[in-house]
């Protein structure tokens, strides 16, 4: 997964407005607060509450 600091210190979870952090094994983005994880495909973020699953 390609995401660039810059990008990932502005990206925030839709559902809460946490800051995300990269989920090293899964490669996925997942919400320090709410903890739903967002997939990465192709290199983009999906941040849609609908696409997030639980932990």
Known sequence: M???DWLLEI???PACK???RVEGETE???C???G???P???DIPVL???EARKP
């Open 18 to 20: 946490s800051p995300l």
């Open 28 to 30: 996925e983005l997942a």
């Open 40 to 42: 990465v495909r192709d």
């Open 2 to 4: 390609k995401i660039d």
């Open 11 to 13: 990206l925030a979870c």
């Open 36 to 38: 739903l994880i967002y």
């Open 48 to 50: 849609l509450v609908d």
């Open 32 to 34: 320090t607060g709410c």
